[in-house]
Antibody, heavy 121, light 108 residues
Framework: VQLVESGGGLVQPGGSLRLSCAAS????????MSWVRQAPGKGLEWVAN????????SYVDSVKGRFTISRDNAKNSLYLDMNSLRAEDTAVYYC???????????????WGHGTLVTVSS | EIVMTQSPATLSVSPGERATLSCRAS??????LAWYQQKPGQPPRLLIY???TRATGIPTRFSGSGSGAEFTLTISNLQSDDFAVYYC??????????FGGGTKVVIK
């Protein structure tokens, strides 16, 4: 089971970036997937979730209207389109597989190693 | 939004001793509580889910307890590999999924 993120980098405030996550070793289309971020020296913050078929998505309030999560099950890939980026979006962004316990999804059992996004002029 | 509060922020423990970490939710999360371990430069690793069930491959010295709004992670016989930051996370009521601020376990 492996998740590999890519697409991070340095971007100016107000700019855009697309993160990708390549999944392997499991049936990608059977799982909810998430993005979780971690600002330098700070704790973990959940960013967005997407259901198996892509029909249901949810976001933390601070990114609503700016970030879009999507997936391509044929390519075993997860994406995060980030627009109107702000300095406070600077963080390592992790792709995470979501699993359920007694029918309640929402815990992260597999993580990628992350990709760093730096928003700065 | 359910706010998760962890204490203490830093815990100083000698190898071989027991560490007790606390996590409090601002409202009940039933038993839908997970614990993660994170070492520098690495992603988090799932330790405990359902408040008390160890994830695959997690040593028995890690144990979780609690329900409702008060939870504890206990690490018995601390090994050098256990010095890390530990996060709790609720998945009972979302969005948003929320994490605690973390407890850093350091060598005494």
């Amino acid at each position: 089971v492996q998740l590999v993120e890519s697409g991070g980098g340095l971007v100016q405030p107000g700019g855009s970036l697309r993160l990708s996550c390549a999944a392997s070793g499991f049936t990608f289309s059977s799982y909810w997937m998430s993005w979780v971020r971690q600002a330098p020296g700070k704790g973990l913050e959940w960013v967005a979730n997407i259901k198996q078929g892509g029909s249901e998505k949810s976001y933390v309030d601070s990114v609503k209207g700016r970030f879009t999560i999507s997936r391509d099950n044929a390519k075993n890939s997860l994406y995060l389109d980030m627009n109107s980026l702000r300095a406070e979006d600077t963080a390592v962004y992790y792709c995470a597989r979501v699993t359920a316990h007694i029918g309640t999804p929402g815990l992260f059992d597999t993580w990628g190693h992350g990709t760093l996004v730096t928003v700065s002029s | 939004e359910i706010v998760m509060t962890q204490s203490p922020a830093t815990l100083s423990v000698s190898p071989g001793e027991r560490a007790t970490l606390s996590c409090r939710a601002s409202q009940t999360v039933s038993s839908n509580l997970a614990w993660y371990q994170q070492k520098p430069g690495q992603p988090p690793r799932l330790l405990i889910y359902g408040a008390s069930t160890r994830a695959t491959g997690i040593p028995t010295r890690f144990s979780g307890s609690g329900s409702g709004a008060e939870f504890t992670l206990t690490i018995s016989n601390l090994q050098s590999d256990d010095f890390a930051v530990y996060y709790c996370q609720q998945y009972n009521n979302w969005p948003p999924l929320t994490f605690g601020g973390g407890t850093k376990v350091v060598i005494k």
